[in-house]
């Protein structure tokens, strides 16, 4: 190989590497929104790699673009199912109905499982402000280590369904960047995302109970501080009488603005919640029935695809921007017969403030992992890995993992080790949708302080910091684990 191509693939590598590097800088030492800090580095990649004033700046607004015209409308419609939901109360009946099917000792896999795939059109921030309460309340009766059992099951289940289960924000902006199509998303994530909270929660139901828990020492009084006005007031269980009203800070955390995996603080509106009394109580299967018929034509739709079956019907509806627009309009009538108009408003409303942010953020990462692959990484790393699936699946597991444990945000990491490794799939004949998995996999290790998720289980739980270190931050690294060794096998097949 010439000399000049190894000094251009040298300095495209370097700067890449440099680009990712300053964002994390920026965002963990100078405080610049991610936002921001992401354009900054997709800019700065675009000049340095030679694709010119030009280039660059059509790599950073093409790729916001395109990645918004490709996810834009799913996130926006899966947003405003989950406010609908949260605003009927949906959540609470859940976990009251989960509790008696599976009873005391099944109810952290059923709670891990439920809300990493069922709940997960819910805002993350919102779906555990509802959900801590309950879980506080059913703590006392599943036995030994209630508490910090429903806590890992909530931690666990909560995260990895952001990253794994369509319509979490997390895997639908994977999806994008990628280019994966939805329905493939939706099927293998459910297939990684089911064993992998079942096998994490397990483990650490087992640590858990072999004297890994003092309760002198890793539990406390829980408080209300860090909830959303509102948000505890929807709860029937919210009116716990140790709880201490501080709305100033969330375990002696600030305020500010965060991100929507939970890399900051609540947002303002999140969870806004409705009182009064429902016009009447309506099935929770009708509640909930329209975003799972949405998600099953998805699914439909994706099998149909893959076994070469043409039925125009099911395409049409099987199509995701159809079939959650779908499920949206369902959600929207159930609610409003039983809740009235004046909810649906409030929810919309809501929905709008919540998903804003969540565009932005997946637009600017479009753009980086766009500009990645113009740069040419591609082809330089395709050489390296030539036939390999299993070394560029570990690596972007590695990147995620670090940028996770510098920069604090799921989404963010995930979608920056995508974007870096993205242009290897087409190369060396790798699926898309495994890298997306793996990125996924490695921006849930070690969950810690700089995590909103952290410090909102922290606080509603009633655990010290020292107690969500091993619920949260070791809970959810097992399942990062976990989740990798059971994609790496994927690779065989997909």
Not at 20 to 33: E, G, P, Q, S, T
Not at 61 to 78: E, K, N, P, R, S
Request: with cysteine.
């Amino acid at each position: 190989m010439p000399r000049g191509t190894i000094v251009s693939d040298t300095v495209i590598v370097v700067n890449t590497a440099v680009a990712v590097l300053a964002v994390v800088v920026l965002i963990v030492r100078f405080r610049l929104n991610p936002v921001i800090s992401l354009v900054i580095g997709a800019v700065y990649l675009g000049l340095t790699a030679g694709l010119g004033v030009t280039g660059t700046v059509d790599a950073v607004t093409g790729g916001f673009g395109d990645i918004l015209a490709d996810v834009g409308l799913l996130i926006a419609f899966g947003v405003l199912t989950g406010a609908m939901l949260h605003h009927a109360g949906a959540i609470e009946r859940l976990v009251s109905a989960l509790l008696t099917a599976c009873g005391p000792r099944g109810m952290p896999y059923a709670t891990a499982v439920t809300v990493s795939t069922a709940l997960q059109s819910i805002f993350v921030d919102v779906l555990l402000v509802i959900s801590a309460p309950l879980a506080r309340r059913i703590a006392p009766r599943i036995g030994d280590k209630g508490l910090p059992r429903m806590a890992t099951a909530l931690a666990i289940g909560l995260e990895c369904g952001i990253v794994f289960m369509v319509p979490g924000v997390g895997a639908v902006a994977l999806a994008g960047v990628l280019g994966v199509p939805l329905g493939q998303m939706l099927i293998l994530g459910l297939v990684v995302v089911v064993p992998t909270v079942l096998i994490a929660t397990g483990i650490m139901s087992v640590l858990l109970r072999r004297g890994w828990w003092d309760p002198a020492r890793d539990e406390q009084e829980p408080v209300a501080a860090g909830v959303p006005a509102g948000a505890e007031a929807h709860s029937p269980d919210s009116a716990a009488p140790d709880a201490a009203p501080d709305a100033g800070s969330a375990g002696g955390r600030p305020a500010g603005a965060g991100s929507p995996d939970g890399g900051g603080t609540v947002p303002a509106a999140v969870g806004t919640a409705v009182s009064g009394t429902a016009r009447r109580e309506l099935p929770l299967a009708l509640l909930f029935g329209p975003l799972l018929v949405g998600l099953l034509l998805i699914a439909a739709g994706a099998v149909l695809d893959a076994a070469g079956i043409t039925h125009p019907v099911i395409a049409f509806l099987g199509e995701p921007v159809i079939a959650l627009l779908l499920a949206l309009i369902g959600t929207t009538a159930v609610v409003g017969v039983a809740h009235g108009r004046g909810m649906v408003e409030s929810a919309v409303s809501d929905g709008f403030r919540e998903s804003g942010q969540i565009l932005i953020l997946t637009g600017v990462g479009g753009s980086l992992a766009t500009t990645i692959s113009d740069a040419g990484l591609g082809e330089i790393l395709g050489r390296f890995f030539s036939a390999s699936t299993a070394a560029p699946l570990l690596m972007v597991w590695l990147i995620a993992a670090v940028l996770h444990v510098a920069i604090g945000s799921v989404t963010i990491s995930a979608i920056t080790a995508a974007g870096v490794l993205a242009p290897v799939a087409p190369v060396i004949g790798l699926a898309p949708v495994l890298i997306a998995l793996a990125a996924g996999a490695g921006a849930l290790f070690a969950i810690h302080v700089t995590s909103n998720t952290f410090w909102l289980l922290q606080s509603l739980l009633g655990q010290s910091v020292r107690g969500t270190l091993k619920t949260c931050s070791v809970g959810v690294s097992i399942a990062s684990v976990v989740a990798i060794l059971v994609i790496l096998p994927l690779s065989l097949v997909v």
